[in-house]
């Protein structure tokens, strides 16, 4: 079973950026379409990004052109370039690999918080 661990939260003013890590231990990272999603304090996980294995993304409406998924297949790594950071940004951030037929691996989350 695949383990993800994130870095690269941390406190940043409105307006700066951000660029977060996932590290994937699997040997077949490639089967696996990785994604961004993020849980704010009495709300629900929400999608962020998604990226296939072929480089195909999707974005949720509310990060659309401010943020940027990527992925290393080689290294077998997922990133999240935010830019604009709002303070509503504030939240979780976890790394997620899904493959079809199989439960979602979720990574343990890194916190970004977004205050003057």
């Known amino acids: 079973q695949v383990q993800l661990v994130e870095s690269g939260g941390g406190l940043v003013q409105p307006g700066g950026s951000l660029r977060l890590s996932c590290v994937a231990s699997t040997s077949i990272f490639g089967m696996y379409v990785m994604g961004w999603y993020r849980q704010a304090p009495g709300k629900q996980r929400e999608l962020v990004a998604a990226?296939?294995?072929?480089?195909?993304?999707n974005y949720g409406d509310f990060v659309k052109g401010r943020f940027t998924i990527s992925r290393d297949n080689a290294k077998k790594m997922v990133y999240l370039q935010m830019n604009s950071l709002q303070p509503e940004d504030t939240a979780v951030y976890y790394c997620?690999?899904?493959?079809?037929?199989?439960?979602?691996?979720w990574g343990q989350g890194t916190q970004v918080t977004v205050s003057s």
């Open positions: 997620n690999a899904h493959r079809s037929g199989y439960v979602a691996a």
């Open positions: 990226i296939t294995s072929g480089g195909n993304t």
